[in-house]
């Protein structure tokens, strides 16, 4: 049996960490719920009557305006993605060369190479957690935006993989560009996944 704090958790949990008023959306319906049930209907009927929660979470963020994340401002959230993520790895390859340079004249090359193969994979890998978990990377925490489905509600983890495969396959750049063209400032990734990048506002509720 459904009990109303589950049916709220998934109501809530299609909508992204940083969507405005989240938490008070979940008080209200529960609220709603409560004073339903207090007046005699049971409680089966009110959920149902309330409907499927992705459905429901759709028509609360319907009322939520998505204002597209200008490009300067996702650029300089993927910059700081990127050196959280590279600082490391730099890290890696020097202490590895030092170990290994001096004694295999090709580890250098070797070691460019799978950085440069590795590098973007593990990147993509990492955001498309992070995006599929939370809406944001930590860049995009910092910037103030954060990745949703096109109707506001939280992506899947299919869709954080498709807006991520122009980076496991090297052509991001490619990609970007339909940004700079788009009325929605979206990838072409982007578009085929139906996510998109908004920005978040400043009274945004967890």
């Known amino acids: 049996m459904t009990t109303a704090d589950d049916y709220i958790t998934r109501v809530v949990g299609h909508m992204p960490g940083a969507t405005p008023l989240r938490a008070q959306i979940a008080t209200e319906l529960r609220s709603h719920i409560t004073e339903r049930v207090a007046n005699g209907q049971p409680l089966d009927d009110v959920l149902r009557h309330l409907g499927d929660p992705?459905?429901?979470a759709e028509s609360y963020l319907a009322e939520v305006p998505l204002i597209p994340a200008s490009f300067w401002r996702r650029a300089a959230a993927k910059l700081v993605d990127i050196l959280i993520v590279l600082?490391?790895?730099?890290?890696?390859?020097?202490?590895?060369?030092?170990?290994?340079?001096?004694?295999?004249?090709?580890?250098?090359?070797?070691?460019?190479?799978?950085?440069?193969?590795?590098?973007?994979?593990?990147?993509?890998?990492?955001t498309a957690i992070a995006e599929c978990r939370?809406?944001?990377?930590i860049g995009k925490r910092l910037l103030g935006i954060r990745v949703v489905r096109e109707s506001g509600?939280?992506?899947?983890?299919?869709?954080?993989?498709?807006?991520?495969?122009?980076?496991?396959?090297?052509?991001?750049?490619?990609?970007?560009l339909f940004?700079?063209?788009t009325d929605k400032a979206q990838r072409a990734f982007e578009m085929l996944s139906k996510t998109r990048v908004v920005r978040v506002e400043p009274d945004a509720g967890r």
């Open 54 to 56: 992705a459905t429901l």
């Open 134 to 137: 939370t809406g944001q990377t």
């Open 153 to 176: 509600a939280r992506i899947s983890a299919g869709q954080a993989i498709v807006r991520q495969l122009p980076m496991f396959l090297q052509i991001y750049w490619i990609d970007v």
């Open 87 to 126: 600082a490391p790895i730099l890290a890696l390859v020097a202490v590895a060369w030092r170990a290994i340079g001096t004694v295999n004249g090709f580890a250098f090359p070797i070691l460019v190479g799978s950085t440069a193969i590795g590098g973007p994979l593990l990147f993509g890998i990492l």
């Open 179 to 181: 940004s700079l063209a």
